[in-house]
């Protein structure tokens, strides 16, 4: 039988202080990065994109690929990508009803546990992509 994976997304976006761009869900008390699922046909880099004009209203470039993330338990890979802002504006959705940027020690009690490695991973390893299994 052929293993198929679900595919998920994610964009670690800095402002020029080293803040993070959080995203507080609608649905949930939680913040998480922007980002979710690929659609059908779609590469990750251009479903990235997608889902953070989707969820920020922001246009950005993909500097690198931070890191592969492999939840074997739920056959799903998530890759998170580290990128700028080149356009757009923060603007609320039916998603997101708090779009902010959090400096790394300051981060919400509130948020995704697995998205703080994903931000960690970023700060503590500019430029290097990290392949962990979750």
Not at 54 to 80: A, M, P, R
Request: proline share 3%.
């Amino acid at each position: 039988m052929k293993t198929q994976f679900t595919i998920g997304v994610f964009g670690i976006v800095l402002d020029e202080q080293k803040r993070v761009l959080l995203c507080h869900r609608r649905d949930h008390d939680l913040w998480n990065l922007p980002g979710g699922g690929i659609e059908n046909g779609e590469s990750p880099w251009i479903g990235l994109k997608r889902e953070v004009k989707e969820e920020t209203g922001l246009e950005v470039d993909i500097i690198n690929l931070v890191g592969v993330y492999s939840k074997s338990d739920k056959n799903e890979i998530v890759f998170s990508f580290f990128c700028k802002v080149i356009g757009g504006k923060i603007t609320l959705n039916n998603e997101a009803d708090k779009i902010e940027y959090f400096e790394f020690d300051k981060l919400p009690s509130n948020i995704f546990k697995n998205h703080i490695e994903r931000i960690r991973d970023v700060i503590s390893s500019p430029g290097k992509t990290i392949y962990k299994s979750q």
